[in-house]
């Protein structure tokens, strides 16, 4: 293999495939990059086993070939070159690469492409089309709730189904940790109907927001019972889902909280996490809401350290109320609130309240309370 390519290319390559390489691998192959020169491009390939992420880049090829070399060296490499520097690469034999860019020459050790494994992509009975800013939207909406617990491994990811709401067809995002919930929607695209549910685990999550970053646009989706393709520019991810059954969220969203608590969300933000300074690790850093005459208080107590309180006003009409929630958890979800106001429904201090934004419906956030 000999090919010639311009160094802004590669890396901008490198960095989209690079990046779901682990770093510590117990086969080899699995710390390379597949790269495939031919008919004036070289198509990058990386893969875990579980994410597979492809991506060509137009090159002058000299003489077409197929070899791996490792991931991670080769992209720190390049990308210590000079920004539009041009790189040379070629292959003599099947064990070694040499790169070369101006005076800086480099030996890579090879492995053979003949191993490098391939995450077969199999038969995608829904293919459909989304705005990359309305994917983006729902992943940022609700990443935060995927749960990292290793146990119950069906809620490491985010939920997509279609779901019928109103008189329309949304797709629907879902994530839970079995503290919080987030949940946020978009108008079902056409070839969308009758998808299956699917759990897209963290990590493809993670991928997928770093390739929509600054994306226009559409992205194209493939979606099996088992894996899901998406195409963002040059960029075509594959990966497995998780198998398993995702719990029934609408069981445990609230329908009946009655009592509407409504508060400036940037102050209320600001005053939980001043009073949550000095809340113990080890009472899960708990923070206690007492509500009563239009007034709040929110209140921390440590043995250790002291109390902390601070008051806030809000429109609430019911009489006094208090509850507690996990000053972290309440920070993460006030985060997700794009209005001025945010809105809490409360039922009793031992029940779920449900939190959304002030006149939007589009997304909505469930937090169990804590006892303080």
Known sequence: MKITLERNHLLKSLSHVHRVVERRNTYPIL?????????????????????????????????????????????????KLADGAEVRLETDGADQMELTSGRSRFHLACLSPDSFPDLKSGTFGHKFSLPAATLRELIERTQFAISNEETRYYLNGIYFHTIESGKQLVLRAVATDGHRMARAEAAAPEGAEGMPGIIVPKKTVGEIQKLLDGVDGDVALEISDTKIRIAVGGVVLLSKLIEGTFPDYERVTPKNNDKAMSVDRAAFATAVDRVSTIASDRGGKAVKLSVKDSQLELSVTNPDHGTASEELPVSFETEGFEIGFNAKYLLDIVGQIRSETAVFMFNDAGSPTLVKEDGETSALYVLMPMRV
Do not use: F, S, W
């Open 31 to 79: 710390a390379n990059v597949l790269m495939k020169a031919v008919d004036g491009t070289v198509e990058l390939r990386a893969t875990d086993l579980d994410i597979e992420v492809t991506e060509a880049v137009p090159a002058m090829v000299g003489a077409p070939g197929t070899t791996t070399v490792p991931a991670h060296t080769l992209y720190e490499i390049v990308r």
